[in-house]
């Protein structure tokens, strides 16, 4: 089915629908011009061909601001209104198209850092931004994804074009980056490409480290967060959960996750492989740095078995707070001033900190007592930190090895193949799971016509209760009273239990889906529900006057 193109959106599109005073339009004076649309993802549309269609400019100037002369004056009949010369129209394929899930985003791949920090929305302003999105003229519903690596906002959009140009005028008014320069970075995708896209971002395939976890933890805090936000609705929040199911399966699986891909679990499976593997456990380990890098460098040394560790920082605040979130595990904190002591006690020592100089120095490592020959007389200096914290001369130091940064590529390299197999088979579970939430999606149409026709049903009940009342007098007692209206509302129930039952579907079986959509069709036709202003009209005025106000 053919999209009018966002020249027939927006504000004309509004005045169309608010004004009562404009003119029929004769269909004939009517140009629909369509092309085939640029290939990719983000042009992609839901339900139909990729085709963009635009409508003369001259339907939209007559529609406005009144008739051709020469038109009959039967067109000229005041009882028309433009809602209802609309419907008349080749634009009412605008009005009836129904509302799109869309991703307005900047991530690590599209936009520098700079871009990113100033888009940033910090966790606990998200009710906030969700509320003001929804307040745009064609935002129905909304979700902040952001992160360190990402800032994507998913909305549902009454009008795809008009939609994203108010989100977009939106991040630049709370970011103070032009729109001009935030549409060269960033990245839209619509309705099945936009759910694609954040199952592969809950799978962790979007992720500069494949598969990492991290990504799906922020998602789920989006639902969290979301929890009683008015403008997370039915639809955000359902593919948000359906993401999260994604990448909980990816990962479970696929195994996606396993092997060294980070800088903090490469430099912890360097260090195994250069150990005797007899004496894993027993190794002593010597943690230099409790930040963000250090602290991850402790939960995979954790991981991989290891239950006590001396972690050396400047205060003892941060390495309590680790250590309370890893109970069962023996964290001794030391200060700075005593590095070298404990140093000369480890045979395995991490340093993960900002000090622009050097931590160890030939000097200083000569000087240490030697390492225990049941770990192979070698002291491992593993050294994540940039700048260094590690001097390259410790090398020289007998009995002494020390890796740095670069020396983890031979560690992610060996496991890159492996994900890259395992990514592709989480593609075959994102199209399954894709498949199943726009079946979910699909199974949502229904729910219109349901609300439509308990509606009809209720003033047909209320009307013929009303003539059988005024027939039996005035005389007649309360519980009369209600024992017919119970008895109207019984005969109602029943009637409508079939048809309500047609109209419902889980959507994971397709063809149940297929034979409720024609069940839905087939009820407006048979009780003329279509009649009625379309639900997106209904939405696009209401919250036009809504901000008019």
Partial sequence: MMAVSSAFGGAKLETLLLSNSAAAVPPCQIRVFCKPARTGRALIRRGGPAIRCEVASDVLVQAAGGIDQNASSDS??????ALEQLKTSAA????KERSSIVVIGLSIHTAPVEMREK???PEAEWPRAIAELCGLNHIEEAAVLSTCNRMEIYVVALSQHRGVKEVTEWMSKTS???VSEICEHRFLLYNKDATQHLFEVSAGLDSLVLGEGQILAQVKQVVKVGQGVTGFGRNISGLFKHAITVGKRVRTETNIASGAVSVSSAAVELALMKLPQSCHNSAK??????GKMGKLVIKHLVAKGCTKMVVVNRSEERVSAIRDELKDVEIIYKPLSEMLTCASEAD???????????????ENVHDLLPVR?????????VDISVPRNVGTCVADVENSRVYNVDDLKEVVAANKEDRIRKAMEAQEIIGEESKQFEAWRDSLETVPTIKKLRAYAERVRVAELEKCLSKMGDDISKKTKRAVDDLSRGIVNKLLHGPMQHLRCDGSDSRTLDETLENMHALNRMFSLETEISVLEQKIRAKVEQNQK
């Avoid at 000229?76 to 209104?81: D, E, I, K």
């Avoid at 009412?92 to 009005?95: G, K, L, N, S």
């Avoid at 380990?285 to 409790?290: E, F, I, S």
């Avoid at 395995?348 to 030939?362: E, N, Q, R, Y």
């Fill in 92 to 95: 009412d394929r605008y009005t």
């Fill in 348 to 362: 395995v020592i991490f340093t993960s900190t900002a000090s622009d100089t050097l931590l160890f120095t030939k």
């Fill in 373 to 381: 020959q049941e770990v192979g007389g070698l002291r491992l200096f």
């Fill in 176 to 178: 103070g980056i032009p």
């Fill in 119 to 121: 888009l940033a929305i």
């Fill in 285 to 290: 380990t010597l943690v230099v740095g409790a």
């Fill in 76 to 81: 000229r009949s005041p009882s028309l209104s």
